[in-house]
């Protein structure tokens, strides 16, 4: 093979901006791995390559002992040779693999439902105001963090958070939520889903029979269909999950998954029986009740606000409690917390230390300062009457948009609403045209799985960064997308 | 029941500072929880309680209330009872749960390896000079992206990370690893155990082959078996992963992991042969590999830095690329990146954000702007010679204090030697002794897994937090736990 072809752009004005000695490693290196230059080639002595070519010497030298050192070439007496090397075939041009089709995503990848979205425009759930949190007060509380800061605080947090970080979480949950615990049971993790996926694989095996809601939080199955678990989708109504009785002999579960407070999507709030009724049978099953305390922020219309948490409801049973920061503060913090029994927590705080390397100590820091001052609760306090006034423009604007034929669920807490649309057509049709009228919406069909029961077609919608002068103008865009996506239906051509 | 029995505590001069309705909630609540008011049994009315416990009747109105909204009371014309709840029977002082043992861990976290040891003392393995990290710079591009800070920048990131974090670092890694790839294949997570656990999950299925080199890196093996993964312990020589080429056949890898630039804990660097027959080789049995470029920020000793990155050496082959900042930044930061091939960025960035959240928008933008302003370059070339003339000493005093029985492997990168003690005490013995005496190190044996080849003993020891000076008295520390150790072996009593 000739050299002359290989170095053919060495010396053509060098269009990139990289030193010349690297172009010439490159240069070789790609044409040794592709086979051009074959094993035990002799390439030319260096002083005749540099004169070939009008480079330095030690251009060329730097080159070849790079190539040596990294086993491209061999250099002996008799010169630098290429190496035998155990290289594939050439690629034809524009073949990824040689072996047919690349191997691609895992058959549990294949089965993810893929969120849609933005999570940022009106009516997308799960946010809260960004604009109305007490920023400089939170940038207080993070400079005096950075103030403290160490090496000891930059390295990998203490397992299980922040010890100040612990210590007011557990204050701030057992008055806020009824939540019993200590705050060596308290772990902070990186996000809710962290905690999930936490909960499926340090409590359960694969192939362990998890029951989740359905509909559900998408992000909630997705952490433990890939942790191996098979779910059973349990249908939800107006007072939360409910399982057929015999279904606790047929498929015990080792997880059942709820969001008590505020069921997500449908926004029912679980009751008191079936509470006491799942901690009671959840014992007799041998398995843990996963506790997603979605939306109980935000209580809203009963007078003591929320029903406290199950996790209180009776001492050391098996229940791991999750909340997290991410409508509080901002959902970019990345911070959440698990609480579990305390008969567990030395274990369980050994092997999530294993699973997930702890960090993040200086927002820990500060974010302990923000309970601790009272910061959080009073922003909870302003927020409170603000997200309460603003559901109730987007229950009025939506019932008189969507008129009786639609039905509002949920409400009693949190920050959305979701509007069932039975009749007409099929919700993700609706949000595909919504979002081109810059309205994010989430389908309800994208939280179901699974057969059996009725399809379920409708809007989640969160006010979290929805103004309440903007709603009426909103929720009309909204109304448009379906009237448009209705005008399509019609107008699709027959089968 | 007697009621009085339990209000008794109500009257009794408020021990805690609870207001009074929260108290009488409380009391009232519990016990028809624990079951000592029964289902049914009456109330007294609010005025008569009141009056016998000499408190505010709105006090005691507002307390019936919430038992009602909450469901534990029910009213109606013949005045306030116990509601009928699911409850379970009371629990025996002392008893957990009614069935026998608590539900506890899953058998795969019980088969978790547990981390010992402090991660900020110095010999602890894995972290570099956080006292040297120029703070000042980073604040200076922490404080300007906090100040370009939007109500979009705090939600969720966008999947896969901050557009301009994501283009930095593919300049970064095409300059410095050679890694071939476009922004739209880097995604940026919240640590390198993240990265390998999506690997695991959304490249591999439960029960598929993963290879992992033995010994290895227990965080990744903790991400991989966790995920079902069923793992093979491949040997380990002064080449890097030795698999017989038997294995191939008998049971290929669907993840093949590995650390190429400085196997960790042996530090091996993966030869060019190998890296070049197990691309060949992984694309026949449509496999992965999953190059971990630990330690790869700091190459010592050889001309040209480290060979380049396996992911460079074949265009579009079947390797995910994962790297992490907590080297050169801090553990704390938690940020990590992956590199997937092309042809995957699409359908792997949409499972990948509907496994993890992405998040800490701020810090990933100050990230870029530090890597685009060379701040982060500057440092690595500041902090190469230093590391290098710590390994050095260190050497010196380990070959000096622990003499010729003794042999030392790595070095040709990163911030750990091993120490290979073959004889005498068990490392975790050594260790125990050590971290009485304020010295980290982590036992070797603690990295091998599986049957098969010798035991190996030794102390895997990181030099980044460890100043030259202080060396030669922290290895003689070091050596006196040996030597405790070996005394106690030797007194103690026979079995």
């Known amino acids: 093979m000739e050299l002359a072809h290989v170095l053919a752009s060495l010396g053509a004005g060098d269009p990139a901006p990289v030193p010349r000695q690297q172009r010439l490693y490159a240069l070789l290196k790609a044409a040794i791995l592709d086979g051009t230059l074959t094993p035990g080639q002799a390439l030319p002595a260096s002083r005749q390559l540099a004169a070939d070519y009008g480079i ?41 693999l040689r072996h047919g089709e690349p191997p691609g995503l895992s ?49 990998y947090a203490p397992a299980g958070g922040e010890p100040a970080l612990r210590a007011a979480l557990a204050g701030y949950l057992r008055a806020r939520r009824g939540v019993v615990c200590e705050p060596a049971q308290v772990f902070v993790v990186g996000g809710a889903q962290l905690a999930i996926d936490a909960c499926a694989r340090l409590l359960a095996d694969e192939g362990d029979v998890a029951w989740v809601e359905n509909p559900c939080y998408p992000a909630a199955r997705a952490a433990m269909q890939t ?5 059973l989708h349990v249908p939800v109504d107006g007072e939360g999950m409910a399982p057929e009785v015999a279904l606790w002999q047929q498929h015990p579960p080792r997880l059942l998954y709820l969001t008590p407070s505020h069921q997500y999507p449908l926004g029912s709030v679980l009751s ?32 003591g606000g929320l029903p406290p948490a199950i996790q209180g409801l009776r001492a050391e049973a098996p229940v791991v409690y999750v909340g997290t920061f991410s409508k509080l503060l901002y959902p970019g913090l990345r911070l959440a917390y698990m609480v579990v029994p305390r008969w567990l ?59 009786p034929s639609a039905s509002i669920l949920g409400g009693a807490a949190g920050l959305h609403l979701t509007l069932l649309l039975p009749d007409g057509p099929a919700d993700v049709e609706i949000v595909r045209q919504a979002a081109e009228l810059g309205v994010t919406a989430r389908p309800l069909s994208e939280y179901r799985a699974g057969g059996g029961g009725p399809p379920q077609n409708g809007l989640v919608l969160g006010y979290g960064m929805a103004d309440e002068k903007r709603i009426p103008e909103l929720v009309a865009r ?3 997308a379906r009237q448009q996506a209705l005008d399509a239906l019609h107008h699709a051509p027959p089968q």
């Open 56 to 96: 330095a010497r030690n251009t060329v030298l730097h080159a070849y002992q790079l190539l040596q050192a990294e086993g491209f070439v061999a250099a002996d007496r008799g010169g630098t040779r290429v190496a035998t090397l155990p290289l594939a075939a050439a690629l034809p041009p524009g073949a990824a």
């Open 107 to 155: 058959r549990r990848a294949g089965r993810l439902q893929l969120r849609r979205g933005e999570a940022i425009l009106p009516f997308a759930p799960g946010v809260g105001d960004l604009n109305a949190f007490p920023w400089a007060a939170w940038a207080r509380h993070l400079q005096r963090a950075w103030g403290e800061v160490s090496a000891r605080r930059l390295a």
């Open 227 to 231: 942790a191996g678990l098979q779910l």
């Open 272 to 303: 008191l029986e079936r509470r006491l009724d799942f901690l009671r049978r959840i014992e007799a099953s041998r398995g843990w009740i996963v506790e997603d305390d979605y939306d109980s922020e935000f209580g809203h219309g009963r007078p």
């Open 345 to 403: 927590a030395g274990s369980f705080g050994d092997r999530l230390d294993s699973l997930y390397r702890s960090g993040q100590a200086v927002e820990q820091r500060a974010l302990a300062g923000f309970l601790e001052s009272g910061g959080l609760t009073r922003h909870q306090r302003t927020m409170a009457p603000i997200y309460r006034a603003r559901q109730a423009v987007l229950r009025r604007e939506l019932a008189a948009a969507f008129g």
């Open 478 to 480: 909204l109304a448009t």
